[in-house]
């Protein structure tokens, strides 16, 4: 089940934070949005000075028509509390504006999620796939990936059984191949069971994925020991 911490770990970039598919799946876009560096830029640095010139012209029209329909002792109470806090009137204008920028930019995270996470009503592409041992394996393994497209690639979320971890240099390695027998490879990782692997070329063309055992040899190439494989279809076909 994923948390809340979990989530807040995903968005801040830790990519390895462990997160249900669908979770992937409606914060995926979310987090790639966040990590673009125009979300962030440096507003205008005069905004400060017309946010507050604005607050304090709304405040003096209203003071002023407060002032028209009062009476005369209260006119010039008001004109003494006024005269009292000129020089302090700044400061609380200043916090205020403050507040109305934090409150400006908490609206414009909110349709930025909703933006996000409900689109035109359509999800991202997204592809599944049951994993099983190699024949020629000793391994009594299984897994599933769930393949999902972000705009940075397509992230593929990784779930093992059986596989014992591998430390001192050896590790496995996720692969997608085509049916040219060309591997593309995805990711490498110790243990299961949730790993989080990073594709950059499509399951449409890449159907197959596969898990090796390797070994920190100096040889990037796949090993050929295959401990898990299987073929990944799009998100709801023939279910």
Known sequence: MTTDDDRIAYLAGDRGAPLH?????????????????????EP??????????AIAAEVEGTEQGSLRVAAPQADRA???????????????????????AGVAAAVAAIAISVTVLTGNGTSAPRFTAALGPSTASALTASGSATLTRTSTGWR????????????????????????????????TFNQGPDVTLWAGVSPKDFPTIVVTAEQANGNPGSSGRVVLIGDARPKGAND
């Open 21 to 41: 598919p669908d979770d992937e799946a409606s914060l995926g876009d979310l987090r790639d949005l966040l990590s673009d560096p125009a979300v962030w830029a």
């Open 44 to 53: 205008d640095p005069s905004l400060e000075d017309r946010v507050v010139a």
């Open 78 to 100: 008001a004109t003494t509390r006024r005269r009292r806090s000129g020089d302090r009137a700044s400061s609380p204008r200043r916090r205020l504006a403050y507040v109305l």
């Open 156 to 187: 593929v979320y990784l779930q093992t059984e059986g596989l014992p971890r591998r430390d001192n240099g050896q590790f496995y390695e996720a692969w997608l191949r085509n049916g040219a027998g060309v591997h593309v490879a995805i990711g």
